[in-house]
C-alpha cells in the first residue's frame, strides 16, 4: 500500500468523527451536516489534485462502508411502535411517499430525451424523498450508479432542500397555518430533544454492533451468490440487508445492542467522503445542469403534491411538516423542525416514521427505477 491510499484510508476513517463532533459542538452552520462537509473535503481532494488513489480502491470503500451502515440504521426501526401511535403521522408520511413516486416518475418521463438515464435518477430520488440521504446512498450501490450522478444530487439536494428547510424553521409554518388547522401543543424546552440524543456506549458494546451488522452483510452475501451465483449482485445484496434488517429490527435484539444509528452514521459519513473523492468537476458540468434541473422539478413536485393532498385530508399543520421532514430530511432535522415548530407531542412519532422510511425507501427506489426502465424505450 503507497502513501497516497494510506492517507486516503486515514482520511475516510479519521475524518467523519470529527466532522459529527463538530456538529455536536453546533461549530458549523445547522445547514452544513457532517455529510455535507464529508462530500466537500472529498470534492476538494478530487478536483485540487491532491492525492492520486485508483478509483475501484474509492468504489470499494464508499460499497463496504454502505453494506455496514446499512443494517446499523435499520436496526434502530421499531414499526410496530410506529404504526400503534402514529397513525396520522403515517398517513402524512405516506402521502409524501405517493407524492415522491409520482414526481419522480412524471419528472423522469418528462426528461428522458435531455437526461441521461432518466430512469436511474427517478429511483435514486424516490429514495431521497422516502428515508433521506442513506435511502439515496443505498438505491444508487444498489443501481450502480455513476459517482458522478449521486455527488450531484447530493449538491442539488443540499441547495434546494437546505433553502426549503430554512424555510421550514422560518416564515413557512405562518404560512401554512392559513391553510391547516394549527393543534395547540406543549413547547419544546430548552432540552425537548435530549432524549433522543445517543448516549456514550462503550467500546465492547460498539464491536458487539459491528458483529451483528457484519452477520447481516454475510448472510445477504451467501443469498446472493446462492440466488444469482454472484456474491455481490449489488441489487440482491441491497434488498436482502434490507429485508435481514427489518426483521431484526421486530426482534428484541435491537434492545441488547442498544442505539446502533450513530455508528451507522459512521460508515455513511465515510461512504460519502469516498464518493465525494470519484467525483469530477469536469465530468459533472457536462451534464450537472440538466441534473439540477431534474432535482428542482422533483422536489418541487413532490412538496407541491404533497401539500395538496393533505389539505384533502385535512391534517394539521404540525403534522403535515413534521412529515415531510421525516421522509425528505431524516431524523437529525426532525428535533431541529420540531423545536421551530414548539410542538413536542409530535417529536417521538415523528422520529420513528422518519427510521421506518429507511426500510421502505430502498424498496420504492430500486422499484420506480426498474418500472421505469422497463416501460421508457
Known amino acids: ?32 451536516s457532517p455529510i455535507v ?151 419544546v424546552g430548552e432540552h425537548a430533544g435530549a432524549a433522543e440524543l445517543p448516549g456514550r456506549i462503550s467500546r465492547k458494546r460498539r464491536l458487539v454492533q459491528l458483529s451483528a451488522a457484519l452477520l447481516v452483510v454475510a448472510l445477504s452475501v451467501a443469498i446472493s451468490w446462492l440466488m444469482t451465483g454472484d456474491p455481490f449482485s449489488s441489487t440482491l445484496l441491497v434488498l436482502s440487508i434490507t429485508t435481514l434488517s427489518l426483521g431484526v429490527s421486530m426482534t428484541r435484539l435491537p434492545r441488547r445492542l442498544g442505539d446502533t444509528y450513530p455508528l451507522g452514521e459512521y460508515f455513511i459519513l465515510v461512504f460519502c467522503l469516498c464518493v465525494g473523492m470519484l467525483a469530477d468537476f469536469r465530468t459533472l458540468m457536462e451534464y450537472g445542469l440538466d441534473l439540477l434541473w431534474f432535482s428542482v422539478l422533483a422536489m418541487g413536485a413532490t ?40 410542538n413536542r407531542q409530535l417529536l417521538a412519532t415523528a422520529l420513528a416514521v422518519s427510521l421506518l422510511g429507511f426500510g421502505i425507501g430502498n424498496y420504492l427506489g430500486i422499484g420506480v427505477a426498474f418500472a421505469l426502465r422497463s416501460f421508457m424505450p
Open 1 to 32: 500500500m503507497d502513501g497516497a491510499t494510506l492517507l486516503i484510508y486515514v482520511l475516510a476513517f479519521g475524518f467523519p468523527p470529527i466532522a459529527a463532533f463538530a456538529q455536536r459542538l453546533q461549530r458549523i452552520p445547522a445547514w452544513c
Open 37 to 187: 462537509l464529508c462530500y466537500a473535503l472529498g470534492i476538494l481532494i478530487a478536483n485540487l489534485r491532491i492525492l492520486s488513489v485508483p478509483a475501484g480502491t474509492l468504489e470499494q470503500l464508499a460499497g463496504g462502508s454502505m453494506l455496514i451502515g446499512l443494517p446499523l440504521l435499520l436496526f434502530t426501526i421499531r414499526p410496530r411502535q410506529a404504526v400503534r401511535h402514529a397513525r396520522r403521522m403515517i398517513l402524512a408520511f405516506g402521502l409524501c411517499t405517493l407524492a415522491a413516486v409520482v414526481a419522480t416518475v412524471s419528472v423522469a418521463i418528462l426528461c428522458s430525451d435531455t437526461v441521461p438515464n432518466s430512469w436511474m435518477v427517478a429511483g435514486m430520488l424516490t429514495g431521497l424523498y422516502t428515508g433521506g440521504t442513506p435511502n439515496l446512498q443505498a438505491v444508487a450501490l444498489a443501481l450502480s450508479a455513476p459517482a458522478d450522478y449521486l455527488v450531484l444530487l447530493q449538491a442539488a439536494d443540499v441547495v434546494v432542500g437546505g433553502l426549503y428547510l430554512l424555510g421550514l424553521i422560518t416564515f413557512l409554518p405562518a404560512l401554512y397555518a392559513r391553510v391547516f388547522p394549527v393543534v395547540q401543543t406543549q413547547a
Open 303 to 342: 412538496t407541491l403534491l404533497h401539500l395538496l393532498l393533505a389539505a384533502v385530508c385535512r391534517l394539521d399543520r404540525d403534522t403535515v411538516v413534521l412529515s415531510y421532514v421525516a421522509a425528505v430530511y431524516g431524523p437529525v432535522f426532525v428535533v431541529q423542525v420540531a423545536a421551530a415548530l414548539g
